[in-house]
């Protein structure tokens, strides 16, 4: 597909699909124009401050995809056990059953951890909190919630690294047939 015809959601898709394979510190300005097809001055057109916006960009579209395709599941009816499960299909096809790395990582190594810290910050604890209201929800205290939506982000994205490590998606297969008991306690 020629460049030009690529609608910005398009390249910061295919932004995104490099900071996966490279990681933010590995892609470059070169491969990251590669990527999109865009010479280096178009992607400047669309990222005036350079691949910090590019980096920018890809976390929003993350944001989004997952507020619009797996958040939801928390606050849909139906019983706390059925919404996790929701949840974490969710992210199973988010992270391709395992197959694609922890963008959690990748975003906090080095100048991407410096940029994005805040940011992630902010997101992971919106997470935890969504996660703990849930959990809450079967009687068990808002502190022992919060723990176990802390630990379960902890196991999701150490089941990416491992999983990255072995070159097998089994760790993070189970890490997520297995969420709604850990968040449970069952």
Request: proline share 4%; aromatic share 8%.
């Amino acid at each position: 597909m020629p460049a030009p015809t690529l609608s910005r959601d398009e390249v910061v898709q295919r932004i995104l699909a490099e900071f996966r394979r490279s990681g933010y510190q590995g892609a470059t300005l070169a491969s990251l124009s590669e990527a999109t097809g865009l010479g280096k001055s178009s992607l400047y057109h669309y990222f005036p401050n350079g691949k910090a916006d590019m980096g920018e960009a890809a976390l929003q579209a993350v944001g989004v995809w997952i507020g619009e395709n797996v958040l939801p599941a928390l606050s849909e009816s139906g019983s706390p056990e059925k919404r996790l499960k929701k949840f974490s299909a969710g992210l199973s096809e988010f992270y391709a059953k395992g197959s694609r790395p922890c963008l959690t990582d990748l975003f906090t190594i080095g100048e991407a951890g410096e940029l994005y810290q805040q940011y992630l910050k902010q997101r992971l604890g919106n997470l935890i909190k969504a996660l703990a209201a849930v959990v809450t929800e079967t009687g068990i205290s808002a502190e022992e919630a919060t723990r176990r939506a802390e630990d379960a982000m902890i196991t999701l994205h150490g089941s990416l690294v491992v999983s990255r490590a072995l070159g097998s998606t089994a760790p993070f297969t189970r890490t997520m047939r297995n969420f709604p008991a850990v968040l449970l306690g069952q």
